[in-house]
């Protein structure tokens, strides 16, 4: 039987929706919180992104809560942020396993010819168009690991 996450959710490659976690139950956003904000947080660093984007990434996070983050990771994400994050890590394993290092780290900064980014940065793009953007981006990353 099709969840309600099935049927609003779009479609991402390897992702089974009918066994994913319940991001509306608070209990399992709690649970999974404080990992993800460390998994940001390292994320950030290695593509050397500065608060601003980062803060933009995550859909206009406040600054006071993004600082808050970095010393008490242990709090409950709401769901947006908690699946841009979640969005944002298989974007980074995509762009590991296709590119390697040091490619993989970089190439969300450089500016790209193809028709999504037309000369923009995925980066750029991402935070202009928000949640749709990154799973755009997920996706296009997931068929070329694919040969798609």
Not at 9 to 33: H, K, M, Q, V, W
């Amino acid at each position: 039987m099709a969840t309600a996450a099935s049927l609003v959710l779009p479609r991402i490659a390897g992702y089974d929706f009918e066994s994913g976690a319940d991001l509306s139950n608070t209990a399992e956003r709690a649970e999974l919180s404080s990992a993800a904000i460390k998994a940001f947080l390292n994320l950030r660093k290695k593509w050397g992104l500065n608060e601003e984007d980062s803060r933009s990434l995550l859909g206009g996070l406040a600054s006071s809560t993004f600082h808050a983050w970095k010393t008490n990771p242990k709090r409950t994400l709401d769901q947006d942020t908690l699946t841009r994050i979640s969005l944002l890590i298989g974007i980074y394993k995509a762009l590991n396993i296709y590119f390697g290092k040091p490619w993989a780290d970089r190439w969300i900064t450089l500016a790209n010819r193809g028709p999504v980014f037309v000369g923009r940065t995925p980066l750029a793009y991402m935070i202009q168009r928000g949640q749709p953007g990154m799973i755009e981006v997920r996706r296009m990353l997931d068929a070329w690991r694919g040969g798609q």
